[in-house]
T-cell receptor, first 118, second 112 residues
Framework: GAGVSQSPSNKVTEKGKDVELRCDPI?????LYWYRQSLGQGLEFLIY????????KSGLPSDRFSAERTGGSVSTLTIQRTQQEDSAVYLC????????????????FGPGTRLTVL | ELKVEQNPLFLSMQEGKNYTIYCNYS?????LYWYRQDPGKSLESLFV?????AVKQEGRLMASLDTKARLSTLHITAAVHDLSATYFC????????????FGQGTRLTINP
């Protein structure tokens, strides 16, 4: 079946511009996660959505970052007034459940969006 | 705060040799994951370890988990070039959101 998809695959923007990154999770997956991978910081958790619960935003690095998930499916990560330090690969993942015994919430990752801020 | 440390961070080895990558974590958790990442690609799930003493094997890779020692190992047997990649371990907390905390990654290069 289809995996997690993300768009765009690459995004080049100028400092100060806003960007939107999109994630389509695996159908039926209730949990959705955003991570960031950069050379200096490795892989970092950003935000997590589970069903209709309030999202866990504890990993967002600043208030310029926000995310929403519409209809329990597609998610958009928005970065306002981008800075050069925002350059990274943004990875989205989804899983069947965040709690419980099966399938233990194994996360499946999308191909990522490579963001370059000039 | 949960911290996850891998070692070594870089590993260059010859085909046919055996080696082990170590993953230590700092707080209680019984869910540990191993991922593989090829250059320019996303993360591919390799193993999910869910209990103390869990051992899983796939081909030349074997992963184990010791929750008492807060240690997981990824053992490579008779390495082949195709296993060259970066390997990440990740841990999530027993309670709260399943936000994975990743190790730094181990870049494995296997030379013919």
């Amino acid at each position: 079946g289809a995996g997690v998809s993300q768009s765009p695959s690459n995004k080049v923007t100028e400092k100060g511009k806003d960007v939107e990154l999109r994630c389509d999770p695996i159908s039926g997956h209730t949990a959705l996660y955003w991570y960031r991978q950069s050379l200096g910081q490795g892989l970092e958790f950003l935000i997590y959505f589970q069903g209709n619960s309030a999202p866990d935003k504890s990993g967002l690095p600043s208030d310029r970052f926000s995310a929403e998930r519409t209809g329990g499916s597609v998610s958009t990560l928005t970065i306002q007034r981008t800075q050069q330090e925002d350059s990274a690969v943004y990875l989205c993942a989804s899983s069947l459940s965040s709690v419980g015994l099966a399938p233990k919430g194994e996360q499946f990752f999308g191909p990522g969006t490579r963001l370059t801020v000039l | 705060e949960l911290k996850v440390e891998q070692n070594p961070l870089f590993l260059s080895m010859q085909e046919g040799k055996n080696y082990t990558i170590y993953c230590n974590y700092s707080t209680t958790s019984d869910r540990l994951y191993w991922y593989r990442q090829d250059p320019g690609k996303s993360l591919e799930s390799l193993f999910v370890l869910l209990s103390n003493g869990a051992v899983k094997q796939e081909g030349r890779l074997m992963a184990s988990l010791d929750t008492k020692a807060r240690l997981s190992t990824l053992h490579i047997t008779a390495a082949v070039h195709d296993l060259s990649a970066t390997y990440f371990c990740a841990v999530d907390l027993i309670q709260g959101a399943q936000k994975l905390v990743f190790g730094q990654g181990t870049r494995l290069t296997i030379n013919p």
